[in-house]
């Protein structure tokens, strides 16, 4: 009797390895997406699928998702929750829309995410959507590269938490809020990017968690058109607030560099060896404890009235 219980449990156990083969076998480290695709293929090359979220069931965490050819991927906010690259192959317009909500989703912690050569915008014969990409998570880092986020009701890209945000050569234009929001310990480093056109601005560092810092480093971009260029806001002791441009250009905006406090707190802008020109105000230092702050190097010109102090910043 004894020797029937261990061998049915023996083979138990084998037939529960077995399935877990089975399962980690049937996650992709590359999944495929297709316009002829079908959401009932295994998404792999000879068998693409159609969607987004099948592509995702199908791949394995830390994989990658290639869409093939030029099409819409997405009927609806497309969730993720595993490490992931996402990416279009060249020359192809791999687009996810935004309808009822934002485009992209991340909810999870702890997870890298990858977007490459994406464009990320509403269908005018839909209902439309908020944000490009909306992350609220904590060391969650998001990738954007080579992409295209236009025309969105609110954001182009929202981050909420203490995750890591990297854009690179990508433009967001034409949003109906800021073409970056970063809030409660985001953090941001964003290089060769353009944002144009966007209604509430380019770039916005919000805080209003105590003992939290929120900061954005900005490396060859252009932003231009909409209110602020940039804003550190902070209304909360014992948190911060933090952005530093170098090398790059803000221009035709309402405020070109604006730091705000309402309350005790630090709110900070730096600026080097960038072209600040042709703003209604050039910069907006409004608090205790707020700051704008140049190197010294900057081009300032064709200005409007700035309101506060413009504080030197000595090199180091």
């Known amino acids: ?124 014969t839909l209902p439309p959507g908020t944000v490009g990409v ?60 353009q944002m144009l056109s966007n209604v509430a601005g380019g770039v916005l560092a919000n805080n209003s968690l105590a003992s939290s810092t929120t900061t954005a480093s900005l490396y060859a971009c252009v932003i231009s058109g909409g209110t602020d260029g940039v804003l550190a806001y902070n209304d909360i002791s014992g948190s911060a607030a933090r952005i530093s441009i170098t090398g790059s250009t803000i221009e035709k905006m309402t405020y070109g560099l604006s730091s705000w406090t309402s309350d005790a707190g630090t709110a900070e802008v730096n600026i080097g060896s960038s072209l600040v020109a042709n703003n209604e105000h050039g910069w907006d230092q409004d608090g205790v404890g707020s700051t704008v702050k140049s190197l010294g190097n900057n081009q300032m010109r064709g200005n409007g009235t700035p309101f506060g102090v413009l504080t030197p910043l000595p090199a180091q």
């Open 134 to 193: 909306r992350m609220e998570s904590s060391g969650t880092t998001l990738i954007i590269e080579n992409s295209l986020l236009a025309n969105l009701a609110e954001d182009g890209v929202f981050v909420q938490g203490t995750g890591d945000l990297k854009i690179a050569r990508t433009t967001l234009r034409n949003n109906g809020g800021y073409a970056v929001s970063l809030n409660n310990g985001a953090r941001a480093a964003i290089s060769g990017t």
């Open 1 to 124: 009797m004894l020797q029937s219980v261990t061998l049915r449990g023996l083979l138990a156990s084998l037939a529960a390895a077995a399935f877990a083969c089975s399962t980690a076998q049937a996650q992709l480290f590359r999944a495929y997406l297709a316009s002829a695709g079908n959401d009932a293929n295994p998404c792999t090359l000879q068998q693409p699928c159609r969607l987004l979220p099948a592509a995702l069931n199908a791949v394995a965490s830390g994989g990658e998702i290639w869409m093939l050819d030029s099409a819409n991927y997405n009927t609806s906010t497309v969730t993720i929750s595993k490490s992931v690259s996402v990416l279009a192959v060249p020359g192809v317009v791999g687009s996810v829309v935004a309808t009822g909500g934002p485009a992209i989703n991340i909810v999870a912690s702890d997870l890298v995410v990858a977007l490459r050569n994406i464009v990320i915008g509403p269908v005018v």
